[in-house]
Each structure stands twice: as C-alpha cells, then as structure tokens.
C-alpha cells in the first residue's frame, strides 16, 4: 500500500484501547481459558493481543495477578498503580 | 523553628477578605487600622491586608491584646499551624482562663478568620458552638504574617504552675526518632495490598479495626522502652491519613504518593509529622476499650500545642513528672467542653506521640517518670537550633540469601526508608529492623515506576555487603516475568491497510509494537508523528459499535467502511468471514460455508450471528448465509412432476379451483392466476374442461426426470 520509503501511510487510529499483550500464543490461550478473566475481554486481536472490554482493565489486571501472573500495567487510566509513585 | 511556613495562607486571606460583607468589613479597619471613615469594600479589603502585612502595626495590636489573647496566638505561633478547628480555639481560651470573646476580639482585628463557610453566606463572627456540633464546620486560620509577629512579643501570660525537678539522672531515655516513621512506612505497605481494603468506620468486627489492633509492626515495643503507648495500630493509620501518606480511594484508603516531607532529613520530616496531629481523627489519648474512637468533640487536637508550650516554659535543664502534668491538668476544663476530666490523657499522650516523635526525654525519679523537651523539642519550640541526627552507618541494609534484608535504623533517611518500604515487606522494626523480598514485593516495587536493575542498584548502593546470588538472579527473573504480560490501559492502535505498511511504520518508528499484520501499538500518542499518515478516520475504543459493513446483492460478500468500523470488527470477521481483498479504503470479505461452519464449531450461535449482522449492517443475515450456516441435513427437499396452469384472470383461477370437476385435480395455487396439476391429472383435467367446452394448451417443455 505504501507508494514509497518517504510516502505517507494510510492508516485509521483508535484512541484508548486496553488490550493484554503476551509473551507468546500459548500464554494467551492459557488466559483465555481462565473463565472469569474470557469474560473480561472482547476477543483476540492475533495470537498474542487480546482485546479488553472498556473500563474492565482494573478487574483483568486483579484477576491475572489472583492466577499468580505479575503483569506489566501501562497507561494512566490504572489509579492504583500511579498513586503510589514517587 | 524560625518564620512560620506561609503554605499559601496568604492567597487564603485575600480570598475571605473577599467573602466579607462591608460590615465585617469596617469593624476590621477601625480596630484593625483605627479607620473610621466610611470607605467602598474594596478599599477596605486592600487596606486591611496592607495592614496585615505591615509588621510594625502587627506588633502594636498584639501588644495591645489581653495576655490571654496574647498567649492564644504564642502557642499557635509556636506549635506552627495556621488553621484550627473552633472548639479547639475554644478550649485554648478556656484553659487560659478566658472566654470566647477572646476569639471574636482577635476576629474583629483580622487575626482570626473563617477558613470555610458552612451556609455560603458572609460573615464574620465566631458562632458559640456546643459539643455536639461538626468541628468540621468551623475552622478558623491566623495569618501566618500575626503568628510570626506573635512569636517576638514578650510573654505576659503567667507560665502554667507546674512543679518542676533539677536532677542529673543517670539514665535519660530518648527515641531515636524512628518509631513513627517506621510504623507509617510499615502502614502504607500494608495498603498496597488490594485484598487489605482499609475504611476509617467504627466496626469493631471490621478486619481494619481488628489489623489495627493487632498488627504485630505497628503495635510492637518500641527500641527505647519506656511507658505504654496506647493503641498504636489506630493512631499509625490515623496519623498517615492525616499527614497524607495515605488518601482516599473509590471506596476504601490507599496508599498515596510520598509527601514531599519524606524527602527531608529526619527532624523536619518529624516536625512535619508533629504538626499534621490536629488533623487526627480517630485516635484519642483517652483509652477507648478497643474501639476506634469517633471524631469526638476534640480529639484532643487542643492538647499538642498546649503541652509543647508548658514544656517550653520549662528551663532547658528542668523536669516535670507526668503526673504533675496530669494533676495541672484537672479541673483546666469545664463540663461544657471535657466531661471527663481524669488526666491520664496526658501520659497516653507523651507514651504515643511526644516520646517516640522524639520531642520528649524522658527518666525515671523517685519511682515516677519525668520529662523535659529534647533538643528536636526545643527546636520545633522555636527555643534552640535545628537538631542534626547525623549517620553513624553509610550503608545500613544487608541482604541475606534467604531474602531477609536487614536494615539498620543508624544508618536510615526518610527517603531510603520510603524506597526500602516499597521493595520490601516489612517483618519487624527493632533496632536492626527486618524485611523480606518476595516476589510480589518486588513486583509491587516495579510497578510503582522501577525498573529490575535499579532495584538491584539501589540495594547495591546501601548494601554493606555484595548482593547474593540467588537475590540477584531472583529480582531479575520476578522482573523478566513481568514483561510476560503486558496491560496497557490506554493505548493508542493504529490500523494499515497492508502488511507491508505495518512493517514500514515499525520501521520508520511511527509505531512501538507491531500487533498483528495489520496494527501497531503507540505507547504515547503525543509521540505520533501524523505527517507521515493520511488519515483515514480515528475512533475512540469505548465507542459503542455502529453499522460499518454493506452485504452485497448475492447475501454473501461484505464490505467495510473502514471510516466507520472498529477494532472488535476486525476480530468479529476473522472468525466468520475470509477476507477477499483489501483495495484502496476499503476490506472485502466473503461468507463461505466453511468461515460460517467454522465460527458455529467456535461459539457463535446463528442468534448470534443474527444480531451481530443487525448490529453492524442494519439487517438481519441474509438469506444465503442463512443457508450455508445450516448444519449438514439440516433440510429436505423435494421435487415433483407437475403441470403449471396459467389463465388470464383470477376469477377463473378461482372458478376451476371452486369447480367440483377440477378441484380435487389441482395441488397447489401459485398465484391468483396461476395453480399447479400433476402430471398424471393432465388428461382427465383437459376432459373436464372439453365437458364445458374449453380448450387447454399445453406448452411442452424438456421434462428432464
């Protein structure tokens, strides 16, 4: 689709998505088989992306962390994390 | 302590000047600036705070007041707090003997003004309260310029009769300051536990009331033993809501950021901790049987500044028993204020706060405890210099292989401790204070903003001793394991048209992450640099789905309007379409009997399917895809031999239907002019109809059975 190496991109942007990105696939499956965090997300971008449902990132972030996972939380909607920053 | 901290009091009594009415007004420039003339408000409100940023004119006012008033504003000035709740103010004049007129004479000078206005209206006079009402509804502040003119005038108030002591003890015991800070660190850890929801209410079944009380940390001895402190669990959180450690969440406290104070050396961030005790709420000196105490009529707020200046009084060198203090004590205060007047408050009050806080020594005499200002208590007194607590230990953590830390409090700042606290659980604060690394107290450590190796380099740089192994590659591995999962809460997706367009913004580093073949991940969208994009359209997550898709004439190929289309499409068609073509703007995807059978075997339902195509086209599924959604032998067919009779009019259809001749021989009518024979019935019908003279053609198709 790019005409050339200086030539501008088609593209369409989407504002303030929460997604969980994994390692790897089966990392993903692992978390999609868990029920209660499936029914947090939408669905699956690719093999690793998965798509959370607006405004449940608090309970997927509290539900990986109840599996024993220790997730990475980015972005500035998580209170919980940025309160306690120094 | 030298000039009283202005913390934006200033701007604050611009702003009530601005809230008074003309009258309050007046009274305040002729008593305040002997201005008698009748002048427009805002002239008024300019001179008054002229004249209360004019020292010398301060000063002539104050020498001017009762002694009482006098004292009132020393003991404020001194302690180093601008605003007071009302009863607070009111029991300080009692205790000196005076009323509340006290407090409206320093109203109507501008030294004492409204911090809010519970009724929005203007005013200006201090309301009598009783003991029932909301403190909150009344707080009063002195501006900071009065208090630091309140400082320098002579003491004219007679010192509290207190019976001192001239002895050289052998022993005299002094905290070494770190007992509060120690436990409120230990506090706020405690809340970054999300199943630890801690509420400041009054059931005493509550596990926050239950922790408080008998949390080991916070309630264990102090190093230096000396009295019983009292219910040090409830006055631990009490005291970290108050000086904002910790803050109000949703529905629960959390823990907050590190007040800027942490970042002091250890006397001002005790000075700091001394003068956030007003704001305390739950704890009270008074034993409580167990319960939190609820916001009483005083809390005892009064009863800091009141203690650190009879302390004052006292010559350095001298002493006071406690229990000489208790007995000075009651009877100070009237029923109307205190119902129970005991006195033992003030041994809670020097075992819980002045002795750990380090304000006070204290010794042993005559079988009795005595006490007498430290040097931090002289200082924060505004009587001697500020005290340095040096280091005596540069590196003071050890880390053990068994992932206990040992951190001596010789060696600590507020600040290491602030950091130490965040990585760490504590296990025990005595004079070498225990903690332990865990795997989720290092996680909680990187999630507030570090990173695995400075972890490691801030341990390193306090450590005596080189890291352990095991420590090492344990922090390394909990922190690798962390970018197993990443969450982002609000990130920036940006959807091309090609593959080989997703690759060449990654190249170009227009975006951070490539998703997928055809997304990528923007950490920062300020970062995005649009004149390398054409725009197609930009939508936001949250948005609710809307039609974006057409289905063609054949019910089976679907096109998106990638102006309308959201991310959630994308995913939805991946799993009952196959995309066809992507041209130009716009995406071609096919139902096919296999993506259909695919995404029934995958969860979707034809419910499903039904109301998402509804939902993103405006119609239901169409017929074809209906039909190739249907399992296998889901329908029967079946085809017959027959004629097709055609007429001209209906009512000759309906005639040879309602004739007795032909009806039995016709199956079915197919239209109001046309019905179906069986082929087997042809001759008998072009009988019936030569009976009544009627002729039929036949028109002879290629009949292929």
């Known amino acids: ?86 | 302590m030298t000039a009283h901290p202005d913390n934006g009091w200033a701007e604050r009594l611009d702003k009530t000047l601005d809230s008074y009415d003309v009258v309050a007004l007046r009274t305040i420039a002729e008593r305040l600036c002997s201005i008698s003339i009748r002048l427009p408000a805002e002239t008024l409100r300019q001179q008054i705070a002229t004249a209360l940023r004019n020292a010398p004119l301060i000063d002539r006012r104050l020498r001017e007041l009762a002694p009482a008033a006098q004292r009132l504003l020393q003991m404020l000035a001194q302690y180093g707090r601008c605003d007071w709740d009302l009863a607070s103010l009111t029991i300080l004049v009692g205790v000196l003997g005076a009323g509340i007129d006290v407090l409206q004479t320093l109203a109507d000078l501008g030294f004492l003004m409204p911090v809010n206005e519970p009724e929005g209206r203007r005013r200006h006079s201090i309301p009598l309260i009783s003991v029932t009402e909301d403190l909150n509804d009344y707080s009063y502040f002195v501006p900071p310029s009065v208090l630091n003119r309140a400082r320098l005038v002579p003491p004219s108030y007679p010192r509290a009769e207190v019976q001192t002591i001239e002895c050289e003890p052998a022993e005299i015991l002094e905290s070494d300051g770190w007992e509060i800070p120690l436990r409120l660190a230990a506090a706020w850890q405690m809340l970054l536990d999300p199943s630890f929801r801690f509420k400041f209410d009054r059931n005493p079944r509550s596990k926050a009331v239950q922790r408080a009380k008998t949390d080991p940390i916070l309630n264990g001895p102090f190093v230096a033993a000396a009295g019983e402190p009292l219910e040090m669990g409830f006055l631990i959180f009490d005291w970290a809501k108050a000086s904002g450690l910790i803050i109000r969440g949703p529905d629960h406290w959390l823990a907050g950021p590190w007040p800027l104070d942490w970042r002091l050396d250890l006397p001002h961030l005790l000075a700091s901790l001394w003068r956030a005790l007003p704001k305390l709420w739950i704890w009270s000196p008074e034993p409580s049987a167990g319960l939190p105490r609820s916001g009483t009529m005083l809390g005892f707020r009064w009863a800091y500044p009141l203690i650190l200046s009879i302390l004052a009084d006292l010559a350095p060198k001298s002493w006071v028993k406690i229990d000489d203090l208790a007995r000075w004590s009651v009877g100070r205060f009237t029923d109307n204020f205190y119902p129970v007047s005991k006195g033992n408050w003030i041994e809670n009050m020097v075992w819980s706060v002045l002795f750990p806080l380090r304000i006070v020594q204290a010794a042993r005499y005559d079988d009795e405890w005595i006490i007498r200002l430290s040097a931090l208590g002289r200082w924060l007194a505004g009587d001697g210099p500020s005290p340095t607590f040096a280091t005596t230990v540069p590196k003071p953590i050890l880390v053990q292989p068994n992932y206990d830390v040992l951190v001596l409090r010789d060696g600590l700042t507020p600040s290491l401790l602030a950091e130490i606290s965040s990585i760490g659980e504590w296990q025990s604060l005595g004079s070498a204070c225990v903690m332990r690394l865990t795997e989720q107290s290092v996680y909680r450590g990187l999630e507030l903003g570090r990173e695995g190796e400075q972890v490691l380099q801030f341990l390193s740089r306090h450590s005596a001793r080189e890291l352990p192994d095991n420590v090492v590659a344990s922090i390394r591995s909990w922190s690798r394991k962390r970018d197993r999962i990443l969450v982002y809460s609000d990130a920036t997706v940006v959807e091309f048209l090609s593959a080989s367009d997703t690759d060449e913004a990654l190249r170009r580093g227009l975006i951070d992450v490539k998703l997928s073949d055809h997304f990528g991940l923007i950490r920062d969208e300020n970062r995005l640099d649009y004149r390398q994009i054409r725009l197609l359209a930009r939508r936001n997550f949250d948005q609710p789905p809307e039609p974006c898709l057409t289905v063609a004439e054949d019910g089976l190929e679907i096109r998106v309007d990638l102006s309308r289309s959201d991310l959630m499409l994308e995913v939805d068609l991946h799993q009952i379409a196959e995309l066809i073509e992507i041209k130009g703007v716009g995406k071609r995807f096919r139902l096919t009997r296999q993506s259909l059978q695919r995404a029934l075997a995958n969860g979707w339902t034809h419910s499903r399917l039904d109301s998402w195509f509804r939902e993103r086209s405006g119609f239901s599924l169409s017929a074809a895809g209906t039909l190739l959604a249907l399992p296998d032998g889901a329908i029967s067919l079946q085809v017959r031999n027959l004629w097709v009779v055609s007429v001209n009019d209906p009512w000759l259809a309906a005639g040879l239907i309602q004739w007795p001749n032909t009806r039995h021989l016709i199956q079915e009518q197919l239209s109001p002019t046309t019905f179906t024979i069986a082929a087997k019935d042809l001759p008998l019908f072009q009988q019936a109809l030569a009976e009544i003279g009627q002729q039929v053609e036949i028109d002879r198709p290629e009949v292929d059975t």
């Not at chain 1, 088609?10 to 692992?30: G, Q, Y």
């Open chain 1, 1 to 86: 689709m790019s005409q050339g190496p200086g030539s501008r991109l088609l593209a369409k942007i989407h504002h303030r998505v929460s997604l969980v990105l994994t390692e790897d696939a089966p990392l993903a499956e692992e978390l999609l088989a868990r029920k209660k965090l499936s029914q947090e997300l939408l669905g699956r971008l690719s093999d690793r992306v998965l798509l959370v449902r607006p405004g449940r990132v608090n309970a997927v972030v509290d539900e990986l962390r109840r599996m024993g996972q220790t997730p990475r939380v980015l972005g500035s909607k998580d209170c919980r994390d940025d309160r306690a920053s120094r």
